[in-house]
């Protein structure tokens, strides 16, 4: 969403580049939430990971396994996005 905001790389790669950045990046995240929430019984997500490290550690089973996607998802999500944002043309 950065590139498709942002004055100078807009110009640079053009309005179909920025529709498809932008399709992408919508398309990912109503996959992963169709993956994440096609579960029965899901009950919903914390969007912090502080928060959901309590219950994490006090229950263990089910919440304990798959809590490494709250440390891990961030961290792999910047090196991506700093691989893509480094292919993009250098301008000026």
């Given at each position: 969403?950065?590139?498709?905001?942002?004055?100078?790389?807009?110009?640079?790669?053009?309005?179909?580049?920025?529709?498809?950045?932008?399709?992408?990046?919508?398309?990912?995240?109503?996959?992963?939430?169709?993956?994440?929430?096609?579960?029965?019984?899901?009950?919903?997500?914390?969007?912090?990971?502080?928060r959901c490290l309590g219950?994490?550690?006090?229950?263990?089973?089910?919440?304990?396994?798959?809590?490494?996607?709250?440390?891990?998802?961030?961290?792999?999500?910047c090196i991506l996005y700093?691989?893509?944002?480094?292919?993009?043309?250098?301008?000026?």
């Amino acid at each position: 969403m950065t590139v498709a905001f942002d004055g100078k790389r807009h110009k640079e790669l053009g309005m179909p580049m920025i529709c498809a950045v932008i399709a992408a990046s919508v398309a990912i995240a109503v996959y992963v939430s169709i993956v994440a929430t096609g579960k029965p019984g899901y009950a919903g997500a914390g969007l912090n990971p502080t928060r959901c490290l309590g219950p994490a550690l006090l229950q263990q089973g089910e919440l304990w396994h798959g809590h490494w996607v709250f440390w891990l998802g961030p961290f792999f999500g910047c090196i991506l996005y700093h691989g893509f944002s480094a292919t993009l043309p250098k301008g000026g």
